[in-house]
């Protein structure tokens, strides 16, 4: 079985609250050069980490009741017999070593070699529509594969913020997720939002001022999308 059929089949069984330690051992005993050639490019590497987070956020606070902040910095994913933690996952390999409080514009200096060799190549802003932290204003979780992962990813952005994005024509505002504030880099800074906003939504923004919605961290978790 392929990485990113591990990493698919680990997050079905934390969905279905099926034993998932096959999954976590097979995972752990892959070789790291394996991992490397399969993970070979970025539909691969994304597919994969994606899926790897939102499964280990599910785990680390259903099954290990780990809490905020600790589950986000704690090394506690066995890949390869090293560890990662969801930051190293999230920072480090799918947004290519972004400084965590950065909105994206810096890297971290602090990034070891074994992340710097996993990670993407180009950061693709769609991975904050599909990643999921456990709050009421994530995005669902999907089942991201590396086959359809384009579509995926596609189809993840067009129904976040189709539910996210408010136009207030009266006031000439727009009211949109909280993610573009924080990853403001990551989509190309305000011009880019605009941007995504047309290609997604086909909403025309010149003369709108964006307005970024507070964000709920009401706990929220199995929020499993329908689509896939």
């Given amino acids: ?63 290990n009741q780990i809490d905020k902040p600790e589950i986000y910095k704690e090394k506690l994913i066995n890949i390869a017999s090293e560890k990662f933690s969801l930051d190293d996952v999230e920072h ?10 950065s909105l994206g514009f810096l890297p971290n200096i602090f990034t070891k070699k074994l992340i710097k060799r996993l990670a993407v190549d180009d950061i693709d802003y769609r991975i904050h529509f599909a990643l999921n932290c456990g709050a009421k204003s994530c995005p669902p979780i999907a089942f991201y594969s590396l086959e359809k992962i384009e579509a995926q990813l596609q189809m993840a952005t067009l129904s976040f913020l189709e539910g996210e994005t408010d136009i207030l024509e009266e006031k000439k505002e727009i009211h949109v997720t909280q993610l573009f504030k924080w990853f403001l880099a990551d989509f190309g800074g305000k011009s880019g939002i605009r941007e995504i906003l047309n290609e997604h939504l086909r909403i025309e923004s010149k003369g709108y001022e964006l307005i970024f919605k507070p964000y709920s961290w009401e706990e929220d978790l199995e929020n499993y999308s329908d689509d896939f």
Avoid: C, P
């Fill in 1 to 63: 079985m392929s990485v990113n059929k591990i990493s698919e089949q680990l997050l079905l069984a934390v969905k279905t609250n099926q034993s998932h330690d096959d999954f976590l051992s097979q995972l752990e005993k892959y070789s790291l050069d394996q991992l490397e050639k399969e993970l070979n490019n970025d539909e691969a590497k994304k597919a994969f980490w994606i899926n790897i987070y939102n499964a280990f956020f599910q785990i680390f606070r259903k099954f």
């Fill in 92 to 101: 480090g390999i799918l947004r290519k070593y972004r400084y965590k409080y």
